[in-house]
Protein backbone atom coordinates (compact mmCIF):
# COMPACT_ATOMS: atom_id res chain seq x y z
CA UNK A 1 0.00 0.00 0.00
CA UNK A 2 1.10 3.53 -0.78
CA UNK A 3 0.72 5.94 1.74
CA UNK A 4 1.39 9.84 1.78
CA UNK A 5 4.18 9.41 4.49
CA UNK A 6 6.85 7.08 4.98
CA UNK A 7 8.01 8.40 8.15
CA UNK A 8 6.82 6.65 10.44
CA UNK A 9 6.44 3.15 8.42
CA UNK A 10 10.22 3.14 8.12
CA UNK A 11 11.07 4.58 11.67
CA UNK A 12 9.51 1.05 13.02
CA UNK A 13 9.56 -1.12 10.12
CA UNK A 14 5.84 -2.20 9.50
CA UNK A 15 3.29 -2.17 6.73
CA UNK A 16 0.99 -0.03 8.30
CA UNK A 17 0.77 3.21 9.99
CA UNK A 18 -1.91 2.04 12.50
CA UNK A 19 -1.01 1.73 15.69
CA UNK A 20 -3.33 -0.03 18.92
CA UNK A 21 -3.86 1.97 21.32
CA UNK A 22 -2.55 0.71 24.57
CA UNK A 23 -5.86 0.06 26.86
CA UNK A 24 -5.55 -0.87 30.54
CA UNK A 25 -8.36 -3.32 31.50
CA UNK A 26 -9.61 -3.87 27.48
CA UNK A 27 -6.63 -5.15 25.96
CA UNK A 28 -3.88 -7.23 26.19
CA UNK A 29 -1.18 -9.73 24.62
CA UNK A 30 -3.86 -10.93 22.19
CA UNK A 31 -5.12 -8.08 20.62
CA UNK A 32 -1.66 -6.26 20.46
CA UNK A 33 -0.68 -9.34 18.35
CA UNK A 34 -3.23 -9.44 15.93
CA UNK A 35 -2.96 -6.43 15.32
CA UNK A 36 0.86 -6.92 14.60
CA UNK A 37 0.17 -9.83 12.42
CA UNK A 38 -1.92 -7.45 10.60
CA UNK A 39 0.86 -5.12 9.54
CA UNK A 40 0.16 -2.33 12.15
CA UNK A 41 2.05 -1.80 15.64
CA UNK A 42 -0.11 -3.45 18.41
CA UNK A 43 0.23 -2.16 22.02
CA UNK A 44 0.35 -4.15 25.42
CA UNK A 45 -0.58 -1.59 28.69
CA UNK A 46 2.03 -2.11 31.50
CA UNK A 47 0.51 0.43 33.76
CA UNK A 48 -1.94 -1.51 35.52
CA UNK A 49 -1.33 -5.28 36.87
CA UNK A 50 1.56 -6.91 35.54
CA UNK A 51 1.57 -6.64 31.90
CA UNK A 52 2.50 -9.12 30.14
CA UNK A 53 6.10 -11.64 31.58
CA UNK A 54 7.27 -12.71 28.17
CA UNK A 55 6.16 -11.06 24.46
CA UNK A 56 4.75 -12.72 21.81
CA UNK A 57 5.85 -14.01 18.91
CA UNK A 58 4.43 -11.09 16.41
CA UNK A 59 6.33 -7.85 16.47
CA UNK A 60 6.87 -5.67 16.63
CA UNK A 61 5.14 -4.28 19.35
CA UNK A 62 4.54 -0.82 21.89
CA UNK A 63 4.84 -1.12 25.63
CA UNK A 64 2.89 1.43 27.26
CA UNK A 65 3.62 3.09 30.78
CA UNK A 66 2.64 5.41 32.70
CA UNK A 67 4.94 8.56 34.29
CA UNK A 68 2.59 9.56 36.86
CA UNK A 69 3.81 11.16 40.19
CA UNK A 70 2.96 9.36 43.25
CA UNK A 71 1.47 11.08 46.07
CA UNK A 72 0.32 11.08 49.61
CA UNK A 73 -3.29 10.53 50.15
CA UNK A 74 -4.31 14.51 51.87
CA UNK A 75 -6.56 13.91 54.98
CA UNK A 76 -8.35 17.53 54.34
CA UNK A 77 -9.06 16.08 50.43
CA UNK A 78 -10.17 12.88 51.57
CA UNK A 79 -12.56 14.00 54.26
CA UNK A 80 -14.37 15.96 51.41
CA UNK A 81 -14.43 13.40 49.04
CA UNK A 82 -15.83 11.31 51.05
CA UNK A 83 -18.48 13.68 52.43
CA UNK A 84 -19.23 14.34 48.33
CA UNK A 85 -19.13 10.52 47.70
CA UNK A 86 -21.58 9.51 51.31
CA UNK A 87 -23.40 5.90 50.89
CA UNK A 88 -21.26 5.40 47.62
CA UNK A 89 -17.86 5.20 49.53
CA UNK A 90 -16.84 1.96 49.54
CA UNK A 91 -13.03 1.71 50.29
CA UNK A 92 -10.99 -1.05 49.10
CA UNK A 93 -7.12 -1.99 48.25
CA UNK A 94 -5.15 1.23 46.10
CA UNK A 95 -5.37 0.88 42.55
CA UNK A 96 -2.19 -1.11 41.12
CA UNK A 97 -1.52 1.50 39.04
CA UNK A 98 2.71 2.83 39.06
CA UNK A 99 4.97 4.70 37.23
CA UNK A 100 7.65 3.62 35.37
CA UNK A 101 10.86 2.68 37.26
CA UNK A 102 14.02 1.00 37.65
CA UNK A 103 12.25 -2.53 37.50
CA UNK A 104 10.77 -1.33 34.42
CA UNK A 105 14.06 -1.02 32.36
CA UNK A 106 14.96 -4.33 33.94
CA UNK A 107 12.08 -5.89 31.97
CA UNK A 108 13.07 -3.64 28.89
CA UNK A 109 16.61 -4.70 28.96
CA UNK A 110 15.58 -8.28 29.28
CA UNK A 111 12.65 -8.66 26.80
CA UNK A 112 13.87 -5.97 24.22
CA UNK A 113 10.67 -4.78 22.60
CA UNK A 114 10.79 -2.51 19.61
CA UNK A 115 9.05 0.49 21.29
CA UNK A 116 8.19 2.02 24.55
CA UNK A 117 5.55 4.76 24.60
CA UNK A 118 4.47 6.62 27.54
CA UNK A 119 1.71 8.40 29.34
CA UNK A 120 1.75 11.27 31.39
CA UNK A 121 5.02 12.47 30.30
CA UNK A 122 8.34 10.82 30.16
CA UNK A 123 9.95 9.82 33.13
CA UNK A 124 12.16 12.29 35.04
CA UNK A 125 15.63 9.86 34.04
CA UNK A 126 14.56 8.17 30.58
CA UNK A 127 16.66 5.22 30.70
CA UNK A 128 15.38 3.29 27.89
CA UNK A 129 18.04 0.82 26.51
CA UNK A 130 19.17 1.45 23.19
CA UNK A 131 17.41 0.39 20.11
CA UNK A 132 14.40 0.63 21.45
CA UNK A 133 12.05 2.92 19.73
CA UNK A 134 10.20 5.96 22.16
CA UNK A 135 6.92 7.75 21.67
CA UNK A 136 5.06 9.92 24.17
CA UNK A 137 1.63 11.68 24.41
CA UNK A 138 1.39 15.16 23.82
CA UNK A 139 -1.61 17.43 24.14
CA UNK A 140 -0.66 20.72 23.45
CA UNK A 141 2.42 22.21 21.19
CA UNK A 142 3.90 23.11 24.52
CA UNK A 143 4.38 19.40 25.37
CA UNK A 144 5.01 18.48 22.08
CA UNK A 145 7.90 20.73 22.00
CA UNK A 146 9.15 19.45 25.64
CA UNK A 147 9.08 15.67 24.58
CA UNK A 148 10.74 16.51 21.34
CA UNK A 149 14.40 16.57 22.19
CA UNK A 150 13.90 12.63 24.19
CA UNK A 151 11.58 10.84 21.89
CA UNK A 152 11.46 9.60 18.12
CA UNK A 153 7.86 10.53 17.48
CA UNK A 154 5.28 12.37 18.98
CA UNK A 155 1.45 11.10 19.88
CA UNK A 156 -0.70 14.18 19.57
CA UNK A 157 -3.85 13.22 21.79
CA UNK A 158 -6.83 15.27 20.76
CA UNK A 159 -9.94 15.64 22.71
CA UNK A 160 -11.91 13.39 21.40
CA UNK A 161 -9.67 10.40 22.51
CA UNK A 162 -11.30 7.98 25.28
CA UNK A 163 -9.16 6.71 28.26
CA UNK A 164 -6.89 9.16 30.26
CA UNK A 165 -6.05 12.48 29.10
CA UNK A 166 -2.16 12.13 28.45
CA UNK A 167 -1.00 15.78 29.52
CA UNK A 168 1.98 16.46 31.98
CA UNK A 169 2.24 20.20 31.59
CA UNK A 170 -1.13 21.57 31.26
CA UNK A 171 -4.12 19.74 29.13
CA UNK A 172 -4.40 21.03 25.77
CA UNK A 173 -8.78 20.29 25.78
CA UNK A 174 -7.81 20.69 21.83
CA UNK A 175 -9.06 18.88 19.26
CA UNK A 176 -7.67 16.16 16.48
CA UNK A 177 -8.23 18.38 14.11
CA UNK A 178 -6.73 21.73 15.63
CA UNK A 179 -4.16 19.69 17.74
CA UNK A 180 -2.13 17.44 14.96
CA UNK A 181 -1.61 20.33 12.33
CA UNK A 182 0.13 22.19 14.76
CA UNK A 183 2.34 19.95 16.29
CA UNK A 184 3.04 19.30 12.71
CA UNK A 185 4.41 22.33 12.48
CA UNK A 186 6.35 22.49 15.55
CA UNK A 187 8.41 19.27 15.54
CA UNK A 188 10.71 18.10 12.72
CA UNK A 189 9.88 14.10 14.18
CA UNK A 190 7.11 11.83 12.93
CA UNK A 191 4.08 12.84 14.47
CA UNK A 192 0.99 10.26 15.31
CA UNK A 193 -3.06 11.40 15.95
CA UNK A 194 -5.23 9.89 17.76
CA UNK A 195 -8.40 10.98 18.83
CA UNK A 196 -11.75 10.78 17.46
CA UNK A 197 -10.58 8.18 14.78
CA UNK A 198 -12.64 5.16 14.01
CA UNK A 199 -12.79 4.87 10.31
CA UNK A 200 -10.48 5.19 6.91
CA UNK A 201 -12.23 8.36 6.73
CA UNK A 202 -10.91 9.42 9.98
CA UNK A 203 -7.22 8.36 8.79
CA UNK A 204 -7.28 9.68 5.50
CA UNK A 205 -7.69 13.10 7.32
CA UNK A 206 -4.96 12.39 9.97
CA UNK A 207 -2.82 11.76 6.97
CA UNK A 208 -3.89 15.78 5.49
CA UNK A 209 -3.45 17.13 8.47
CA UNK A 210 0.48 16.11 8.29
CA UNK A 211 0.41 12.65 10.41
CA UNK A 212 2.63 10.19 9.61
CA UNK A 213 0.78 7.66 11.29
CA UNK A 214 -2.49 7.34 13.74
CA UNK A 215 -3.42 5.53 16.73
CA UNK A 216 -6.94 3.92 17.40
CA UNK A 217 -8.30 2.61 20.35
CA UNK A 218 -11.99 2.94 21.08
CA UNK A 219 -12.64 0.85 17.35
CA UNK A 220 -10.55 -2.04 19.00
CA UNK A 221 -13.35 -2.47 21.51
CA UNK A 222 -15.91 -3.85 19.71
CA UNK A 223 -13.39 -6.77 19.09
CA UNK A 224 -13.42 -10.09 19.91
CA UNK A 225 -9.69 -9.75 21.80
CA UNK A 226 -10.99 -7.03 23.69
CA UNK A 227 -10.86 -8.04 27.77
CA UNK A 228 -14.25 -5.66 28.51
CA UNK A 229 -16.39 -7.92 30.36
CA UNK A 230 -19.21 -5.38 30.09
CA UNK A 231 -21.69 -4.72 27.84
CA UNK A 232 -20.71 -0.67 27.01
CA UNK A 233 -19.40 -0.77 23.90
CA UNK A 234 -22.62 -0.07 21.86
CA UNK A 235 -22.37 3.39 24.11
CA UNK A 236 -21.93 6.79 22.88
CA UNK A 237 -22.53 9.89 25.06
CA UNK A 238 -18.95 10.19 26.31
CA UNK A 239 -17.92 12.77 28.88
CA UNK A 240 -14.38 14.13 30.47
CA UNK A 241 -14.61 12.95 34.04
CA UNK A 242 -12.16 12.42 37.07
CA UNK A 243 -14.53 10.75 39.62
CA UNK A 244 -13.09 6.81 38.35
CA UNK A 245 -9.81 7.69 39.34
CA UNK A 246 -8.76 11.29 40.22
CA UNK A 247 -7.57 12.34 36.61
CA UNK A 248 -9.35 13.83 33.74
CA UNK A 249 -10.62 10.84 31.28
CA UNK A 250 -12.74 10.11 28.37
CA UNK A 251 -16.17 7.42 29.44
CA UNK A 252 -18.83 6.63 28.86
CA UNK A 253 -21.91 8.88 31.14
CA UNK A 254 -23.30 6.49 33.91
CA UNK A 255 -24.88 7.09 37.34
CA UNK A 256 -21.57 7.60 39.45
CA UNK A 257 -20.77 10.68 37.13
CA UNK A 258 -23.77 12.09 37.16
CA UNK A 259 -24.34 11.98 40.95
CA UNK A 260 -21.11 13.23 41.98
CA UNK A 261 -19.01 14.42 38.82
CA UNK A 262 -18.79 14.35 36.15
CA UNK A 263 -15.22 16.73 37.06
CA UNK A 264 -15.33 16.62 41.06
CA UNK A 265 -12.57 19.48 42.94
CA UNK A 266 -12.66 16.77 45.64
CA UNK A 267 -11.39 13.60 43.93
CA UNK A 268 -8.05 12.60 45.18
CA UNK A 269 -5.06 12.90 42.57
CA UNK A 270 -4.49 9.98 40.09
CA UNK A 271 -4.48 6.66 41.12
CA UNK A 272 -6.13 7.14 44.38
CA UNK A 273 -9.54 7.63 43.60
CA UNK A 274 -10.15 4.41 42.33
CA UNK A 275 -9.97 2.67 45.64
CA UNK A 276 -12.82 4.77 47.20
CA UNK A 277 -15.52 3.13 45.03
CA UNK A 278 -13.68 -0.38 44.42
CA UNK A 279 -16.50 -2.57 45.98
CA UNK A 280 -19.10 -0.45 44.60
CA UNK A 281 -17.34 -0.78 41.57
CA UNK A 282 -17.02 -4.38 41.31
CA UNK A 283 -20.67 -5.05 42.25
CA UNK A 284 -22.31 -3.13 39.62
CA UNK A 285 -19.45 -1.78 37.32
CA UNK A 286 -22.14 -0.28 34.57
CA UNK A 287 -23.28 1.75 37.08
CA UNK A 288 -20.20 2.49 39.13
CA UNK A 289 -17.44 1.55 37.35
CA UNK A 290 -15.26 3.53 34.44
CA UNK A 291 -16.31 2.99 30.91
CA UNK A 292 -13.89 4.34 28.90
CA UNK A 293 -14.73 4.80 25.36
CA UNK A 294 -13.71 7.87 22.57
CA UNK A 295 -16.02 10.31 20.75
CA UNK A 296 -16.41 8.60 17.64
CA UNK A 297 -17.31 4.96 18.99
CA UNK A 298 -20.20 4.66 17.05
CA UNK A 299 -18.71 4.80 13.87
CA UNK A 300 -16.78 1.66 14.82
CA UNK A 301 -17.24 -0.82 12.36
CA UNK A 302 -18.34 -4.94 14.04
CA UNK A 303 -15.39 -6.86 12.95
CA UNK A 304 -14.71 -9.67 14.94
CA UNK A 305 -11.13 -10.37 14.74
CA UNK A 306 -8.47 -7.15 15.56
CA UNK A 307 -6.43 -8.57 12.52
CA UNK A 308 -9.76 -8.21 10.11
CA UNK A 309 -10.01 -4.73 11.84
CA UNK A 310 -6.42 -3.29 10.92
CA UNK A 311 -6.80 -5.12 7.59
CA UNK A 312 -10.43 -3.21 7.21
CA UNK A 313 -9.27 0.37 8.79
CA UNK A 314 -5.85 0.36 6.23
CA UNK A 315 -8.22 -0.51 3.07
CA UNK A 316 -11.00 1.21 4.38
CA UNK A 317 -8.35 4.72 4.13
CA UNK A 318 -6.35 3.53 1.17
CA UNK A 319 -10.01 4.13 -0.83
CA UNK A 320 -11.02 7.63 0.90
CA UNK A 321 -7.15 8.52 -0.20
CA UNK A 322 -7.42 7.27 -3.55
CA UNK A 323 -10.89 9.24 -3.66
CA UNK A 324 -9.58 12.52 -2.77
CA UNK A 325 -6.10 11.83 -4.81
CA UNK A 326 -8.62 11.92 -7.91
CA UNK A 327 -9.86 15.06 -7.39
CA UNK A 328 -6.70 17.01 -7.21
CA UNK A 329 -5.34 18.95 -10.92
Known sequence: MKWPSRRFLDLVGVELPIIQAPMAGANGAAMASAVTRAGGVGSIPMAVGGGVSRLPDERPLNLNYFCHAER???????????????????????ARRRPFGAADVA????LKPEIVSFHFGIPEILRVPPGIIVLATATSVAEAKFLEPHVDAIIAQGWEAGGHRGYFLKD????????????????????????????????????????DA??????????????????????EDTVVTNVFSGRPARGLTNRLVEE??????????????????????????LDFGPLWSGQAASLAPPFRSSEDLTHHLATDAQDVLRR?????P
Open 172 to 211: GEMGTLALVPQIVDAVKIPVIAAGGISDGRGIAAAFALGA
Open 107 to 110: FLEE
Open 324 to 328: LASFA
Open 260 to 285: VGPINPNAPPFPQAAADTAALRAESP
Open 214 to 235: VQIGTTYLRTAESTIKYGHRLG
Open 72 to 94: ARDPHRDAAWRAALGERFTGGEE
